[in-house]
């Protein structure tokens, strides 16, 4: 057995883990601060300010969200292949949850990876300060813009979805019920996540 | 519905590595037919849609009451068994009749379902109660664990929840919800209970229940309806404890 076979279960299991702790929680944290731009320039530069002048700050980058999402990336895009999906044939809305937890999941990587590049590597690279005004100028391009509002969508889809899924594959939603009470309260996640990111991102351009 | 023929398009395969092919027939309708009764039409008078006399379609049965699981096939599209499906009660017309696609083709609407069995080796899907001198009786099954257990245990082995589950596929090594479903079962039971971390064991390497997506078609194909997302979310509960012990008792 391969070091890969004989560690299947943790691997899977830090899989669905690195999903919610920490990328998850990092995202809560990024949409609530992005949300400070509906405050104007000066609170949402403040906010910026205070998280680069985190102690360790570069060490909490690599380590709790580079790393874990390289991981849940790479992983993911294995578990994204292995389906064989069948939406049209079991026309059901869990398939069709199913289905779109993994399109989410591709459109997602793209737009975490566009969005590092543009707005955090460029900017470690050139030297560029990030700002209120240099995100709304990044933003001004309306294709990009368009671009930010999907990778958004797809983000707050895929992790409500998959927060529903880590309930049921660490055993804490069990019953059918509790499936679905859950199912609720993570599809309202999404709502709530999804008006809170485009409230902040129309801030930008307003 | 009321029709005076019967039109059947079936595919149809005539060796395990041949070619599939669409055979279509017209049977002459009579009220309360079912897909097995149809079947034993055209085998009684294998003459095809155009007139062509061809061989008699062959499929497997055994019980005629869904019970045994041999019967199932896609009736239009929709994985169950030709023992239950009416004809009165499907208004499509042909209807279209397809082997499972998920198990190798013996022969048209015939299919290997051997792979199942071997799961359910793999899984240990069994109660171990041989001794070499008299072990006496065994515990009871609590009334309350029996009444959900006896659920779990109508599974007839069909393989419509494969059929119907988009990680169950060539690409994966996945066992699928049925064997799944036998090991909650045999780790329920008051002597079963006894092997249950070697159950476990068996399904936390590769193609075990981390293979699940939750889809959750299974848990709709399923004939039986046995709650299979239940089984599998209660799997998860014992594999994550089990795991945990396993690595801190290390």
């Known amino acids: 057995m391969s070091l890969f076979e004989k560690n299947h279960f943790f691997i899977r299991k830090l899989h669905s883990l690195f999903g919610v702790i920490p990328i998850g929680l990092f995202l809560l944290e990024h949409l609530y601060t992005n949300s400070f731009a509906n405050q104007g320039p000066e609170s949402y530069n403040a906010k910026v300010e205070f998280l680069q002048s985190l102690s360790y700050v570069l060490y909490i980058e690599i380590f709790l969200i580079i790393l874990p999402i390289i991981f849940h990336g790479l992983y993911g895009l294995y578990v994204v292949y292995i389906a064989k999906n069948n939406v049209l044939q079991y026309n059901y809305y869990r398939n069709w949850a199913f289905y779109l937890q993994r399109v989410t999941a591709v459109v997602t990587l793209v737009f975490v990876l566009y969005h590092l590049w543009a707005l955090r590597i460029s900017s470690a690279l050139y030297g560029t300060e990030v700002t209120f005004a240099s995100v709304a100028e990044h933003l001004s391009n309306p294709w990009i813009f368009a671009f930010y509002v999907i990778g958004l969508l797809a983000s707050t889809f895929h992790f409500a979805n998959g927060l529903w899924a880590f309930l049921i594959n660490w055993g804490i939603a069990v019953g059918v019920k509790a499936q679905q009470v859950f199912g609720w309260i993570t599809g309202f996640i999404f709502v709530i996540l999804s008006v809170m990111g485009l409230q902040a991102l129309f801030a930008f351009v307003a | ?84 499906a009416l ?25 290997d379902r051997q792979i199942m069995f071997d799961y359910l080796k793999k899984v240990k899907a069994w109660v171990n109660v041989d001794g070499s001198w008299d072990l006496g009786p065994g515990p009871l099954f609590p009334e309350k664990t029996r009444q959900w257990a006896y659920q779990l245990s109508r599974c007839m082995t069909c393989g419509c929840c494969l059929e119907s589950c988009p990680n169950y596929n060539e690409k994966s090594a996945f066992i699928g919800p049925q064997a799944l479903n036998q090991v909650r079962l045999f780790n329920a039971h008051p002597i079963g209970k006894m092997d249950k971390e070697k159950r476990l064991d068996a399904i936390m390497g590769p193609g075990g229940i981390t293979e699940c997506g939750n889809a959750q078609n299974c848990a709709k194909a399923c004939p039986k309806e046995i709650p299979l997302t239940v089984s599998i979310a209660d799997l998860n509960k014992q594999t994550v404890l089990y795991g945990l012990k396993r690595w801190l008792y290390k």
């Open chain 2, 87 to 111: 004809i009165d009660k499907i208004d499509k017309s042909p209807i279209i009749l397809e082997p499972l696609s998920k198990f190798p083709v013996i022969r048209d609407l015939q299919i």
């Open chain 2, 1 to 84: 519905m009321t029709r005076e023929y019967i039109h059947l398009k079936i595919k149809r395969q005539d060796n395990p590595d041949s070619a599939p092919y669409w055979e279509e027939f017209k049977v002459p309708y009579k009220p309360n037919m079912n897909v097995v009764s149809v079947l034993m039409e055209i085998r009684k008078n294998p003459v095809n849609a155009n007139g062509q006399k061809t061989t008699p379609v062959v499929w497997e049965c055994n019980c005629l009451e869904e019970v045994c699981g041999a019967c199932s096939m896609r009736i239009n599209g929709v994985p169950r068994q030709a023992c239950s």
